[in-house]
């Protein structure tokens, strides 16, 4: 017997669709199998720090499986070993809010907590476990599905139907206009919803952070789809990505945190196609339309699988782990060793390779061989 009765469960960082799924198969399981109670902590770690937590219920989870967002609220600026704290005369203040959460975990009467979140939230969990001696289970969550422990994360499915949805719709109003129509999509390291939803709705360019790109190539595409009778252009832009010997583009800095949140890189290769290739160009900022709504069936059918392992991980006192899905299983990996690297495109991967069979361009090919490639 592990003498679990009582567990915590939170959602740290950016939300993805399926954080309500997991919830959801947590506080089932918990009931109909491991007979435990569920805490949920609101706001991420910001909940353990000024102790905002009730119990959930059965009843809780009603409607909670189609239903995106997270009913726990979230927070990207909850590191509790970097806290923002606001002193009395208004000014903000980094501050070590980590014993307030141990104090609070106490409190709540906590055997485990279960964090649902991103590199920096299970990173947090870790340290957690390490330096305050709390027990968790990790269960990871990014639309971006860059976390190297896992093959697949919930949300990324539905980004990427968003995503796609929103290439197909530009599709048709680029034909029209014979336009060139740009797409920037989520992707802070990784392009995997680029590459994926450039594949799917036919990008004849993808620019993705691992793949530096330069404009010639680029122009030297649409060039050659022009002398085909294809004077329309569709282009997908991760994020993240950047110009070779170029930056990455930010829309904003907190001045706190000195978190850079990403946006805009598609609106400076747009200026450049118009200013170099005289080309009309509109470009679309799809944002949070990628993070927001309810999840695909493969998102919540994951999403449900790693609540249900996470219960019974966290039930039995094999703490420590994060759930991952690999092989179409889902398996435990010692949360220390999911943290801290990244799952980027292998330039020379297989995917790559196939988009640049039907013709895509990522932007570091030779214009020559792309102007002669369209016969
Ligand atoms: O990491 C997930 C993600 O959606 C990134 O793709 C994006 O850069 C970031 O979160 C946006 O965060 P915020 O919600 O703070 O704008």
């Known amino acids: 017997m592990s003498g679990v ?16 799924a997991v919830i959801r198969a947590v506080v089932k399981a918990c009931k109909y199998i491991h007979h435990i109670t569920v805490i949920g902590i609101t706001g991420g770690y910001a909940g353990l720090v000024e102790l905002r937590a009730r119990e959930l219920t059965l009843d809780d989870t009603s409607g909670l499986l189609v239903r995106g967002g997270t009913i726990l609220g979230t927070s990207n600026r909850a590191n509790p070993f970097r806290y923002p704290y606001v002193r009395p005369d208004g000014a903000e203040e980094m501050i070590d809010a980590s014993p307030a959460v141990k104090k609070n975990f106490e409190k709540l ?3 485990c907590l279960i964090a649902i979140g991103g ?7 870790e340290r957690m476990q390490r330096e305050l ?20 994360t919930f949300g990324f499915a539905t980004a990427l139907e968003v995503a796609t949805n929103a290439l197909d719709r530009l599709h048709t109003t680029a034909e029209s206009h014979h336009r060139v129509m740009l797409l920037e999509v989520m992707g802070r390291e990784a392009g ?13 360019v993808i620019l993705i952070r691992e793949i530096p790109f ?12 022009e002398r085909r009778g294809r004077p329309f252009s569709l282009v997908v832009v991760a994020e993240g990505a950047a110009p070779a010997g170029g930056d990455q583009v930010f829309a904003s800095e907190d001045a706190l945190t000195g978190w850079k949140r990403l946006g805009g890189i598609s609106a400076a290769v747009a200026r450049q196609i118009e200013e170099l290739g005289g080309y009309e160009v509109r470009s679309t900022i799809l944002g949070h339309i990628q993070r927001g709504g309810s999840p695909v069936p493969v998102d919540r059918i994951l999403a449900s699988r790693c609540g249900v ?3 019974r991980l966290a039930a039995t006192g094999q703490f420590g782990q994060m759930v ?10 010692p949360l220390v060793d999911a943290i801290g690297k990244l799952k980027l495109v292998d330039p020379g991967c297989q995917m790559v390779a196939a988009a640049r069979a039907v013709g895509t361009v990522f932007g570091d090919e030779d214009p020559e061989a792309v102007e002669e490639s369209e016969g």
Request: some cysteine.
């Open 5 to 20: 009765r009582r567990i915590g469960v939170l959602t740290g960082g950016g939300d993805a669709p399926g954080l309500n």
């Open 109 to 111: 009467g906590l055997d």
């Open 119 to 125: 590199d920096g939230t299970l990173a947090c969990s």
């Open 133 to 152: 001696g709390i027990p968790v289970v990790g269960v990871p969550k990014t639309i971006d599905n860059d976390l190297s422990a896992t093959e697949y």
């Open 192 to 204: 995997w919803i680029a590459l994926h939803a450039g594949m799917a709705g036919g990008a004849d």
């Open 214 to 225: 330069r404009i010639e190539p680029i122009l030297a595409k649409f060039r050659a789809r």
């Open 309 to 311: 392992e996470a219960a």
């Open 324 to 333: 991952a899905l690999r092989a179409d299983q889902i398996v435990a990996v």
